[in-house]
């Protein structure tokens, strides 16, 4: 290995029976290039081939909907379906041709999905929309749609899979105390909370043997009467015991993500690093930390005062796909930073639009252009 600033980010790590080349990830980013309808597209493989050519380990692909009705948008990816495992597995192809691992992340969106009927735990309105409660035997389907959707992502050839339990949707909506108010096994203190998560988890483990199955894990939702850490290290604690690969975590979801005290602190670098450190004092899983990771020299203070295992970039990487080799290299100062001020990638995604950034090198915007459908 050549010599490097940072050895603690260039240092390989076993996780789960895999091999990661270093401790960089890509975070999922959802940026709507999905074809409509859920297919990979050309310019989703442009986009990830790019992402995996960066030197990053791992690449996590964005959320694809484990059903239909759980889905973010027309444009989310899908593997709720064996029609789209061609798609899938040029996918996976594309990212492992160039040295990384590729995982998926699937989902359900739960009261978050753009669709006419909405599903969640209890009734509480998203977007001025009351969520259809969800019965047990409608929970079972979800549970299995999960499980076969992870056998697809397995079929398809990528090294892992990530379930979403992160950003407010179903799997979050069960363990917060604000969007589970059921009186039955699932609600009401948090070991009932965490019930459905471990079902789907356990569904999912149940059918894909020993394939490593990772988690995004929402440790706070930043709201008073929400989801704190004193609560979701319980389910940290639980996902170690029941063989998650790694914890991924992050703050926040769509209700807190624009309260003007949450967009003051995520514009500081390495805004979610807290959570992540108290998460690994729960558990021995590796544990990512994300959010606005923006210098090598921050990432690396973070694996060496060990508050994680693992740095996940999401806009960090897109905005400049040579962030880890400008790392290697120590050409910190030619890093190309993602604006604190800035959130047209996550605006343009809510209007049903694909992102690009501002600060990309001129003709990067108009050659993504071209390839989108
Ligand atoms: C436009 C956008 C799309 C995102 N899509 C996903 C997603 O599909 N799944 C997920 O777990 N997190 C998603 N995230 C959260 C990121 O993974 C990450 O936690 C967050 O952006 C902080 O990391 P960064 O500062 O490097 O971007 C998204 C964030 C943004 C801004
Ligand atoms: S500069 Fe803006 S568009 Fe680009 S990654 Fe950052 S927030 Fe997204």
Same mark, same amino acid.
């Given at each position: ?98 040295? =990384?691992?590729?995982? !998926?992340?699937?989902? *359900?969106? &739960?009261?978050?999905?753009?669709? /006419?009927?909405? @599903?969640? $735990? ?33 079929? =398809?050839?990528?090294? !892992?899979?990530?379930? *979403?339990? &992160?950003?407010?949707?179903?799997? /979050?909506?069960? @363990?917060? $105390? ?196």
């Amino acid at each position: 290995m050549s010599k490097t600033a940072y050895p603690n980010l260039f240092k390989p790590l076993k996780v789960d029976g895999l091999r990661l080349k270093n401790r960089i990830t890509m975070a999922p980013l959802y940026l709507g290039y999905a074809a409509p309808g859920g297919k990979v597209s050309p310019l989703m493989l442009a986009h990830y081939k790019l992402m995996a050519q960066s030197g990053a380990a791992l690449i996590v692909v964005e959320g694809s909907g484990i059903i239909v009705n759980g889905s973010g948008s027309a444009r989310t990816l899908r593997c709720d379906h064996n029609r789209y495992l061609k798609g899938l597995h040029g996918l996976a192809k594309a990212i492992k041709e160039e040295k =990384a691992l590729a995982a !998926l992340q699937i989902n *359900h969106a &739960g009261r978050f999905a753009q669709v /006419a009927e909405p @599903v969640a $735990p209890s009734a509480v309105p998203a977007f001025g929309a009351t969520p259809h409660v969800l019965t047990r035997k409608e929970m079972k389907t979800i549970q299995k749609q999960y499980a076969k959707a992870a056998l697809r992502v397995q079929r =398809a050839g990528f090294d !892992l899979v990530e379930l *979403h339990g &992160g950003t407010g949707y179903l799997l /979050a909506q069960f @363990v917060s $105390p604000r969007t589970n108010t059921r009186t039955d096994a699932y609600g009401g203190p948090i070991e009932n909370r965490i019930r459905f998560p471990l079902e789907v988890l356990k569904g999912v483990k149940d059918l894909v043997g020993d394939f490593p199955v990772g988690y995004r894990f929402l440790a706070d939702e930043w709201l008073p009467d929400g989801l704190h850490v004193e609560e979701s290290r319980v389910l940290a604690k639980t996902l170690e015991e029941n063989g998650v690969a790694y914890i991924s975590v992050m703050g926040g979801t769509y209700e807190s993500f624009f309260l003007p005290g949450v967009i003051k602190e995520s514009r500081k670098p390495g805004y979610m690093v807290s959570l992540a450190e108290a998460i690994k004092r729960e558990v021995k899983v590796p544990v990512i930390t994300a959010g606005r990771i923006s210098t090598p020299g921050l990432a690396e203070s973070i694996l060496r005062e060990k508050k994680a295992d693992l740095i996940g970039l999401a806009r960090m990487l897109w905005v400049d796909p040579e962030w880890p080799r400008k790392a290697r290299k120590g050409l910190d100062r030619s890093i190309i930073k993602c604006s604190p001020k800035c959130d047209a990638c996550l605006q343009l995604v809510m209007q049903g639009k694909p992102a690009f950034c501002p600060r990309w090198k001129k003709g990067k915007r108009a050659e993504y252009k071209a390839l989108f459908q």
